[in-house]
């Protein structure tokens, strides 16, 4: 007897969308959009907590395969002698404790998509045997001898960098080929400025209708999240508005209710809200003598020090700090007010940065500050 495991069917309802509207998204979504429509490998890379499972399912739901089964297995969450079992299925007695025969992932998903995820912590053995089926289209069960079609299409997913691991002996280069045929890349979230508090909207969104109650945002607690470079990326930002609506559900999240880590920048955004006001003069007076074209960098470095050292005097906090989120917060800062100097025409703030115009849409974008800006 077959033990007939129900696969993860998906439907168009499904909850999971790739959310975001900043350039890397809007990118992700229109390769996913294309690859879909065909039969084609697809290599989902990107770092830890970005999505890739998600990218994975739309795919799949926008495939012609979208009707049929999504079946998903963490190659690095699975013992590896329990692995083959596990993609291929075994037949009875094929081994001690094998009492019926078992259809493995490649049988569950059919002619739908059948998902690999972390396949970089593959072994080496197994590699060959998945080199085999999208090579030749066919597997037998452990412990079989019939030879059986595999029809689903291959989606596999690693936060590794594959070319390093072929240079380690760690993984094999003809299956990276193999695997490589469209590659998708997953924006981290520090690169996603404009959707890190819609992404934020939409779990606290997700949360209340599971009956966690709703939270509103205090003084700072934006820019905190808007400053933080979330190395845990969307899982990290995901948990932590799980986390404050279970502590605070009903009431006002203040600064001092985040994690230390994400203060910095709360912190900065605060007081550079009550102390560092630019006076009427002080832009104009700073973009007199803008730095060249070339030493864009210098020019806002410059511009920092001297719009900040006069009044701040930073003290490193007893937890320590995040010191990349504090800077970054400075300059965020200061892009806002001079954007707001010049009526938010960009060639002109980026005059009165020192910045070329093309530097400046780049941060505008980074930190999610594009809705009024203007050529």
Same mark, same amino acid.
């Given at each position: $007897? ?5 696969? %993860? ?26 690859? /879909? ?6 290599? =989902?890379? @990107?770092?830890?907590?970005? +999505?890739?499972?998600?990218? #994975? ?15 998903? =297995?963490?190659?690095? /969450?699975?013992?590896?002698?329990? $692995? ?42 197994? &590699? ?30 690693? %936060?590794?960098?594959?070319? &390093? ?19 998708? &890349? ?13 992404? *934020? ?9 599971? !009956? ?36 605070? *559900? !009903? ?14 920048? +709360? ?24 730095? #060249? ?5 210098? @020019?806002?470095?410059?511009? $920092?020090?001297? $719009? ?16 990349? #989120? ?11 007010? #001079? ?31 594009? *809705?009024?800006?203007?050529?």
């Amino acid at each position: $007897m077959l033990d007939d495991r129900a696969p %993860h069917l998906l439907t168009a309802d499904s909850p999971d969308l790739l959310l975001g509207e900043s350039p890397p998204m809007r990118t992700l979504r229109e390769q996913v959009r294309r690859v /879909a429509q065909t039969d084609s490998t697809v290599l =989902v890379l @990107g770092e830890s907590g970005t +999505g890739k499972e998600l990218v #994975a399912r739309t795919v799949h739901l926008q495939s012609p395969r979208a009707a049929r089964p999504f079946v998903a =297995v963490n190659c690095g /969450a699975i013992p590896g002698e329990l $692995m083959e079992s596990e993609l291929f299925g075994h037949e009875r007695g094929a081994f001690t404790g094998a009492l019926n025969a078992r259809k493995g992932r490649f049988e569950l998903a059919g002619r739908g998509t059948l998902f690999l995820d972390e396949i970089a912590e593959m072994s080496p053995p197994l &590699q060959v045997k998945i080199l085999r089926v999208l090579q030749e289209k066919c597997f037998e069960r452990v412990g079989g001898n019939e030879v059986l079609s595999a029809q689903a299409r291959i989606v596999a997913a690693t %936060h590794r960098d594959l070319e &390093q691991q072929i240079g380690l002996g760690r993984f094999r280069e003809d299956l990276y080929y193999r695997l490589n045929v469209f590659p998708v &890349q997953v924006p981290p979230l520090r690169q996603r400025g404009e959707d890190i508090l819609l992404l *934020a909207e939409h779990a606290l969104q997700r949360l209340e209708a599971q !009956g966690l109650g709703r939270v509103r945002f205090g003084d700072g607690v934006q820019q905190a999240l808007l400053s933080y470079r979330w190395p845990g990326n969307v899982r990290e930002l995901q948990n932590l508005m799980e986390r404050l609506l279970i502590l605070h *559900a !009903g009431s006002i999240v203040r600064l001092a209710d985040l994690p230390p880590k994400l203060r910095a920048g +709360g912190d900065l955004a605060r007081d550079l809200g009550r102390d560092l006001s630019v006076t009427e003069a002080a832009l104009p007076q700073l973009a007199t003598n803008p730095a #060249a074209e070339d030493d864009e960098q210098e @020019g806002l470095q410059a511009l $920092m020090q001297a $719009m900040t050292e006069p009044v701040l005097q930073p003290v490193l906090p007893e937890e320590g700090m995040d010191l990349r #989120a504090y800077l970054e917060q400075i300059e965020r800062s200061l892009i806002e007010q #001079a954007l707001q100097r010049s009526r938010h025409v960009i060639a002109h703030a980026a005059q009165h940065l020192g910045l070329r115009r093309t530097t400046l849409v780049e941060k505008i974008r980074k930190y999610g500050l594009g *809705a009024e800006a203007r050529e």
